[in-house]
Structure formats: structure tokens, C-alpha cells
């Protein structure tokens, strides 16, 4: 796992020709990787072969590992399940380069705010949850202010 760098080409848009089932165009992930994320995963991919080809099993010697790689390189590198998608409505203190105000409120909107993952701009290089989570609490303590 590794910080994926935010790029402003990478975006979920809706498909220009694939439809959903009531002709709908469905939403789709356009991605490229920044070769600084392309860098630390290769890096990443071949510490841990080198603590698996490492590591001793008493009864066979070193342990044999089948390829390795980056998550970039593999066929679905593209879009992968295991990706925090964050970023599509980040927080920020001026409106021209953010979509929500500092307390995950929608600029222009009394009572519209948002507290999944598009809040963060980037991940720190972990699983988000706990971070979205302790946002959604602070946004809650907000909310609690104005009752």
C-alpha cells in the first residue's frame, strides 16, 4: 500500500456511450498513476519479496514466491477494489479550490455537508476509515453547535 499523489486527471466521470439498465450512463474511474506512486509500490512490492524469499522454512529452505510487482502493474492496476477513493469533494477554506468549507458544510448550502472519504484530499498511505470516521464526529460536534 502506498500514498496515491492527487492528480486532477484522475476522476470518476459517467461513461460517454455505456448505459445502466434505465439507459443511464454509468459512472466510471479514470486513473493514471503518478510515477512517484509507481515508484513506491515497485519499492514496496520487492521489500516484501525480499522478506518472503528471505525467510527460512526450517523443513524447505528459503520460501519460493511466484511474481511480484506493484499494484500498477497488475491487470486490474487500473481500479482496484481495494482502493479508498478520496478527494471528490475536499474541504477547504476557500471556496474557488474546495468544495466544502472547513466543517465538511457545501459552500452555498445551509445544511448540506459531507463526511465520507471525498472530504480528504489523499490518504496518508493507510486504510482512511478511522480518519473518516473521527471527521465524521468533528462534523457532528459542528452540527451540535448550531441546534
Known amino acids: 500500500m502506498a500514498n496515491q499523489l492527487p492528480l486532477k486527471r484522475n476522476r470518476i466521470e459517467l461513461h460517454p456511450t455505456v448505459k445502466d439498465k434505465w439507459g443511464l450512463p454509468v459512472a466510471y474511474i479514470r486513473k493514471i498513476w503518478h510515477p512517484h506512486d509507481q515508484y513506491l509500490m515497485t519499492t514496496l512490492a520487492q521489500r516484501c519479496g525480499d522478506v518472503l ?74 486504510n482512511p476509515t478511522l480518519t473518516i470516521q473521527a471527521n465524521s464526529f468533528r462534523v457532528a460536534d459542528e452540527l451540535l453547535k448550531r441546534l
Open 53 to 126: 524469499r528471505f525467510g527460512v522454512d526450517p523443513a524447505n529452505g528459503n520460501f519460493q514466491i511466484e511474481g511480484q510487482g506493484g499494484v500498477h502493474q497488475a491487470p486490474n492496476g487500473i481500479a482496484r477494489i481495494a482502493n479508498h477513493i478520496l478527494g471528490g469533494a475536499r474541504f477547504g477554506t476557500d471556496r474557488n479550490d474546495s468544495v466544502l468549507d472547513p466543517d465538511c458544510r457545501a459552500w452555498d448550502f445551509d445544511n448540506l455537508y459531507i463526511t465520507d472519504g471525498s472530504f480528504m484530499p489523499t490518504s496518508g498511505g493507510a
